[in-house]
């Protein structure tokens, strides 16, 4: 956010009050090279006119550890953090990014009673950037002109959308009938890369930084510059996809006001499946913090 000048004031809040105190000081030695902002530590009471909250709080993956194990931990962190922000009297929109990222985006619009459209998760935004990336180096082509999607929950259930992925303007699937580029076994690889990317970055450092802040300062500018951008976020489903009760990541369409609208893709009968089992372990999962 602050590389991208993205807000005029960056708030940081987190139950280790020091360590705000610390990165504040640190991104304001970065204000030169970018451009003025007021960034500082702050508490609860900053959220009151805040047009956005990103909440990146909570317990991260441990080696072996599934986004879901985390379910029952975060979902009592986000209770209690919803009702602080709450008391501000905040009137925004909330940026979810806490794992499993569907499921606190769902209970993130229950504890708050805000309108679904004022609630977005990450969702898959980060491996849908996994997979342009991969593609894009496979294709040699700048993965900004890969148009592919990964839906469904930001975890192991996800899926790639194969119907709906160009390259520029040719589809992937007419590069793999005419044997250019990976074949449909390669291209299957290349998604189980992108579904285990997070496994692999914990088991090498720990956790995962830069793909998620680039990530949700794509979701910030859509948002703070009223973009209407296209992007797979997670977000309440209502019918959609024959879908209800249930945030997980579709493409949808993003601006000032949030949610403006899930663009429906018209996905193959076994993706639709997939989507269905995908948004199902998920129902499971919430059921269980309900
Ligand atoms: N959606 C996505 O694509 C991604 C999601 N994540 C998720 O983001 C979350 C945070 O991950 P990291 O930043 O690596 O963890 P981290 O441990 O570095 O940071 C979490 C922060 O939350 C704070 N915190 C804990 N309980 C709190 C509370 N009650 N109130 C306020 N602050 C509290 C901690 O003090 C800590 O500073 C995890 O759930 C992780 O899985 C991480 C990367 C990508
Ligand atoms: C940690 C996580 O959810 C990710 O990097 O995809």
Known sequence: VLNQGLANELVL??????????DAMDLNHGI???SPMHIYAGDYSDCKDADLIVITAGANQKPGETRLDLVHKNAKIFKSIISEILKSGFDGLFLVATNPVDILSFLTIKYSAFPSYRVIGSGTVLDTARLRYLLGDVYKVNSQNVHAYIIGEHGDTELPVWSHAYIGTRPISDYVKAGA??????????FTNVRDAAYH????KGATYYGIAMGLA??????????????TVSTLLRGEYGLNDIC???PAIVNRSGIREVIE???GEQELQKLRYSAEILTQQLNTVL
């Open 32 to 34: 030169p090279f970018s």
């Open 265 to 267: 893709l018209n996905l």
């Open 218 to 231: 794509r979701i910030t500018r859509a948002i703070l510059r009223n973009e209407n951008s296209v992007l």
């Open 201 to 204: 970055i914990i088991n090498s």
């Open 13 to 22: 809040i987190d139950i280790n009050k020091e360590k705000t105190i610390g």
């Open 248 to 250: 997980l990541g579709v």
């Open 181 to 190: 580029g990976p074949t449909q076994d390669e291209l299957d690889r290349i």
